[in-house]
Nanobody, 122 residues
Framework: QVQLVESGGGLVQAGDSLRLSCAAS????????MGWFRQAPGKERELIAR????????YYIDSVKGRFTISRDNAKNTVYLQMNSLKPEDTAVYYC???????????????WGQGTQVTVSS
């Protein structure tokens, strides 16, 4: 069992930065691939970044590549999403999730956080 709690969201202006954190409970955090998803109003939830259990491999969708960085600290049971050069189109609820597989499919992520709102004004 893994419980996930996101934090760090907020209201910022275009061009600003935010760092999201996702704190996990449970002893097996390091066994999981971790992903950051986002869901904007009226849109489907999309995977924007994911990271391997060791942190040595990462993936980003094109729209955030070069602006966002996913990282993890297994000693602290925490995964991060550093978001730079934020744009209004980044406005969404951001979720972290844990999967035993290296997957892009939301259905294969076993555990989810409650989400944190990120709003970017122009």
């Amino acid at each position: 069992q893994v419980q996930l709690v996101e934090s760090g969201g907020g209201l910022v202006q275009a061009g600003d930065s935010l760092r999201l954190s996702c704190a996990a409970s449970g002893r097996t955090f390091s066994n999981y691939y971790m992903g950051w998803f986002r869901q904007a109003p009226g849109k489907e939830r999309e995977l924007i970044a994911r990271i391997s259990w060791s942190g040595n491999w990462t993936y980003y969708i094109d729209s955030v590549k070069g602006r966002f960085t996913i990282s993890r600290d297994n000693a602290k049971n925490t995964v991060y999403l550093q978001m730079n050069s934020l744009k209004p189109e980044d406005t969404a609820v951001y979720y972290c999730a844990a999967a035993l597989l290296n997957t892009h499919r939301p259905s294969e992520y076993r555990y989810w956080g409650q989400g944190t709102q990120v709003t970017v004004s122009s």
